[in-house]
């Protein structure tokens, strides 16, 4: 199936995403004729002799499952080779080896709170300098590019405001500034957003989310668009060992093959939630690219091609917040998203705790903002276990 498949690629009649999701990198086992990519549980691999192997040694360096799931991801962000890793901040931190003392790094000012505490709290000790703007402008990108500057971070939509980036016009910046553009894809998935066809240098996921879909594995990828990028990076894997392991790739490859189908029901459901809570007298504001009054809904149009699960409202007050948050039920309270159980969070006290009070002050987060991650219950369930839990305000 994976020959021809490649095959049909190599003549410009390229399968749809769901069936590059669920074959590319996941051909039937060439041995047994399993369906499913083999957890291939090694450590190492017998060589006939010195010096002479059958492509793989040692499974810090490479390991057959690994090899799988590094095809699918990249065919379905449109790289060309990808590599994963532990987690989506080991994918991160990889990205950021590639750069040296005195380079400059800009990125955006509202990430996902590990982001900033990786570049301001390790990476920053070891001389890159890290400067944060308003990336939702991409004036504001061009005026922070310096001479020095090898690299511009971006996430979009931003974790948890929802604040959109223009993925094109920030890469035709960087392309006429000659430098990488990275952006992080994880809220969207490949699914609803390429940013390699808009324009971007690399990609990375925290395959935690949506990509793995059943909140029972931690990971990251970085999908490259130039073999040096991914060459580089395979020797980070290899010198660092921050490598993904052979089970949780098994559990990305089977997460992915219901990636589609998951990715609709998401967004279906999200659309639905987000026009409920925006009726809700409870509710203060709602964060949601999807609903037209959100300041960037054209460019949401424009750029991807769902608004997805990702939603966030204003409840007014931290004891607000506390009073929902404990009477969730169908919802379950903790942090991390895009399973296919519905998770809620408070971003204050969780994902941007490391921010502190003023660093959340700057950028808008508030003590009674909950950001949601719409599962794929029955979505009356949900609307209901939301509307008992803000009766509680």
Do not use: W
Not at 7 to 32: C, V, W, Y
Not at 125 to 142: A, H, Q, R
Not at 268 to 282: E, M, N, Q, Y
């Amino acid at each position: 199936m994976l020959n021809a498949l490649s095959l049909s690629m190599k003549n410009d009649k390229h399968p749809g995403f769901a069936t590059r999701a669920i074959h590319i990198g996941q051909e039937p086992d060439a041995e047994t004729g399993a369906v499913t990519v083999p957890i291939y549980a090694t450590s190492t691999y017998v060589q006939q002799e010195i010096g002479k192997h059958k492509g793989y040694e040692y499974s810090r360096v490479s390991n057959p499952t690994r090899t799988r799931l590094e095809q699918n991801l990249a065919s379905l962000e449109g790289g060309v080779a990808s590599r994963v890793f532990a987690s989506g901040m080991a994918a991160t931190n990889a990205i950021c080896t590639m750069y040296k003392s005195g380079d400059q790094v800009v990125c955006g000012n509202n990430l996902y709170g590990g982001v900033p505490r990786l570049f301001n709290q390790i990476l920053s000790g070891y001389g890159i300098e890290f400067t944060y703007v308003d990336t939702s402008d991409v004036k504001n990108v061009e005026r922070a590019i310096r001479k020095s500057t090898r690299m511009v971070y971006v996430e979009t939509p931003t974790n948890p405001l929802m604040a959109l980036s223009d993925i094109k016009a920030i890469s035709e910046v960087c392309r006429r500034k000659k430098v990488d553009l990275v952006v992080d894809n994880t809220f969207m998935s490949p699914y609803f957003q390429q940013p390699i066809a808009l324009g971007a240098d690399m990609v990375v996921h925290s395959t935690t989310k949506f990509l793995n879909g059943h909140s029972d594995g931690l990971g990251g990828v970085v999908v490259c668009t130039r073999p040096k990028q991914a060459e580089q990076l395979g020797f980070v894997q290899k010198a660092a060992g921050a490598i993904l392991s052979p089970f949780e790739c098994f559990l990305v490859l089977r997460g992915v093959k219901t990636l589609a189908a998951r990715m609709q029901q998401h967004d279906r459901s999200g659309r639905v939630v987000a026009d409920f809570l925006t009726k809700h007298r409870k509710v203060k504001k709602v964060f949601y690219p999807g609903l037209p009054d959100h300041p960037q809904y054209d460019l949401a149009q424009k750029q991807m091609s769902g608004f997805g699960a990702m939603i966030t409202f204003e409840t007014g007050s931290l004891a607000n917040a506390n009073k929902m948050l404990r009477k969730v039920r169908v919802c379950s309270l903790g942090e991390s998203l895009g399973g296919v159980e519905t998770l809620i969070s408070h971003p204050a006290t969780m994902t941007h705790a490391a921010l502190g009070e003023k660093g959340r002050k700057e950028i808008g987060i508030t003590d009674g903002m909950v950001r949601i991650s719409v599962g794929i219950e029955d979505v009356e369930d949900i609307i209901a276990d939301l509307d008992q839990a803000l009766a509680a305000i």
